[in-house]
């Protein structure tokens, strides 16, 4: 006999406050749980803290469960040297709920010349001249308000990929692919270890009305992006993950690379980037620059005009 839902449904919405720095820690971990109702908000005058909300179904989540998904937050933040705020919980009827996630979102201007914009709103008249770049935030794969992320739109947007060939190593929202194609990008390949990433990427750049003989977005790593691309090279990768990772990917660069090619490396924090610099430099990588926001830095990168031979 299968299980009846309760009569009285309703949603136990979240709130607290922390520090950007934990915000994609936050979410992968409520991702990571099956907890895909998230939202963040903060406002520009203090781009620092951050207001995270989560909708959890009231029938599967007791108070006691409630209580230890706080607690599993907490190291997070440990991690990161920061707090998180006292936890305030509200009950939202279930015929409310999703118009409460969707007034969550708003318009959030990167950049110079860049918004990003949920699919539901229309373009505000101070930013209709800016590039739109629609994502539906249903799930938690960035939405570009990580500093991470931003940095790479902002590298983007200095120097727009013009005609060229581009790679997205872990492309999670698609958002940078979207950025890169907008900026002018001839292709975007992208590939991510994670399938719903990959639908989530497919889904916005279709939602963008992007040719789709333009962008193509696979399951899987760097060795899936070069089976992939069949002997063809990229002008451009972009890469915003975690160092660690960035470090394990570093040896493959040069089998899909262009020589005289550049990356944009992000995910990182800035204390980890002189040890990352370093390992690319001894790979024989020009580092052109490392960016810096808030903790947050950004490594762009250049291969030698020496290597493979590629077609």
């Not at 949603?11 to 950007?20: H, P």
């Not at 570009?144 to 200095?158: D, K, V």
Request: proline share 5%; glycine share 6%; aromatic share 10%.
């Amino acid at each position: 006999m299968g299980m009846s839902l309760p009569k009285s449904k309703f949603w136990w919405q979240l709130v607290f406050t922390s520090s950007q720095d934990i915000e994609e820690s936050i979410f992968w971990k409520l991702e990571s749980i099956g907890i895909n109702h998230v939202a963040v908000q903060f406002s520009p005058e203090d781009p620092q803290q951050r207001t995270f909300f989560v909708w959890l179904l009231s029938f599967e989540w007791s108070r006691s469960d409630r209580e230890n998904l706080i607690n599993s937050l907490k190291p997070l933040a440990d991690y990161f040297d920061v707090s998180i705020s006292k936890v305030t919980w509200q009950k939202v009827e279930d015929e409310d709920w999703s118009k409460s996630w969707k007034r969550v979102w708003q318009a959030d201007p990167v950049g110079e010349n860049l918004l990003i914009l949920p699919a539901w709103l229309e373009v505000p008249q101070e930013y209709s001249h800016r590039l739109i770049l629609r994502l539906d935030p249903g799930s938690a794969f960035g939405t570009g308000s990580h500093p991470t992320t931003r940095l790479c739109l902002e590298a983007l947007e200095i120097n727009p990929p013009l005609n060229l060939r581009v790679a997205d190593i872990g492309c999670g929202s698609g958002v940078l692919s979207l950025a890169a194609l907008g900026l002018g990008a001839s292709e975007v390949i992208g590939v991510d270890i994670d399938s719903s990433a990959v639908r989530a990427s497919i889904d916005n750049s279709k939602l963008n009305q992007i040719d789709a003989t333009r962008f193509n977005f696979f399951l899987g790593s760097a060795e899936v992006l070069i089976a992939q691309l069949q002997g063809k090279l990229v002008d451009l990768i972009l890469c915003n993950t975690l160092a660690p990772v960035l470090e394990e990917l570093a040896p493959n660069f040069d089998d899909f690379l262009l020589p005289n090619g550049r990356a944009f490396l992000s995910g990182l924090l800035i204390d980890q980037a002189p040890e990352l610099a370093k390992l690319f430099e001894d790979l024989g990588w020009h580092v052109i620059s490392c960016v810096k926001k808030d903790n947050w830095g950004l490594l762009e990168i250049q291969r030698p005009n020496i290597g493979k031979k590629h077609k």
